[in-house]
């Protein structure tokens, strides 16, 4: 099989790079609105993306309200999506109207942040507290705009549940930390194998 992306002639009725590029981790990001609602979603286009300095990205299709609130604030937070969570993560995807909070829709507990005001989510072992750098609106080879907006932000502060540490390593199979596998898919990390880099 082969087909061209922009022709979108691969015949399936879904398109199968969400498929092929997977696992994808979730960003669920906090942030708040002028009028301090706290806001929660979660996004499958997120990474790491430096360190030193440590850099965070996500990418949402429209101008969604976590874009807007974190360019007027200036800040957010990446909560670490995990399986526990997974009923809260995918009920906070649901589109609600911007004075509201996906925090109380979900019924998920808010923890203080240190350094940055958005809150975290309680119950989830990890957390990024972000500084906004930039959003990117991107544009195709064409130079088309594409509706799509690629934002990064510089991780200050991190928040780990020291349960999930051992022996001086957080142990991802542990977090059970989840991911995004297609379309309604999700996976999770329970298993690790460990592979020396060759010298």
């Not at 301090?36 to 430096?50: I, K, R, T």
């Not at 609130?69 to 990446?78: D, T, W």
């Not at 925090?103 to 072992?125: G, N, T, W, Y």
Request: hydrophobic residues 40%; negative net charge; contains cysteine.
């Amino acid at each position: 099989m082969f087909y061209e992306p922009a022709r979108k002639n691969h015949g399936l009725p879904h398109n199968p790079l969400k498929a092929i590029v997977a696992p994808r981790p979730i960003g669920w990001i906090s942030t708040l609105t002028e009028d301090g609602v706290a806001n929660l979603a979660p996004y499958s286009f997120f990474n790491l993306v430096s360190e030193s300095p440590d850099i965070v990205m996500f990418s949402s299709a429209g101008l969604k309200d976590t874009v807007r609130n974190l360019m007027a604030s200036g800040e957010f937070v990446c909560n670490l999506a995990t399986l526990e969570l997974i009923e809260a993560v995918n009920l906070t995807s649901k589109p609600i109207a911007p004075g509201e909070s996906e925090f109380d829709l979900a019924d998920l507990e808010q923890a203080p942040s240190r350094l940055v005001k958005p809150p975290r989510v309680a119950a989830s072992p990890c957390a990024l507290e972000c500084v906004w750098i930039d959003t990117v609106d991107l544009s195709d080879r064409h130079g088309k705009v594409t509706g799509r907006h690629v934002t990064f932000g510089e991780i200050v502060g991190v928040h780990i549940d020291e349960r999930y540490i051992e022996d001086g390593v957080l142990r991802t199979d542990r977090l059970h930390s989840l991911a995004r596998d297609g379309y309604f898919d999700y996976s999770w990390v329970d298993a690790l194998r460990s592979l020396p880099r060759p010298r």
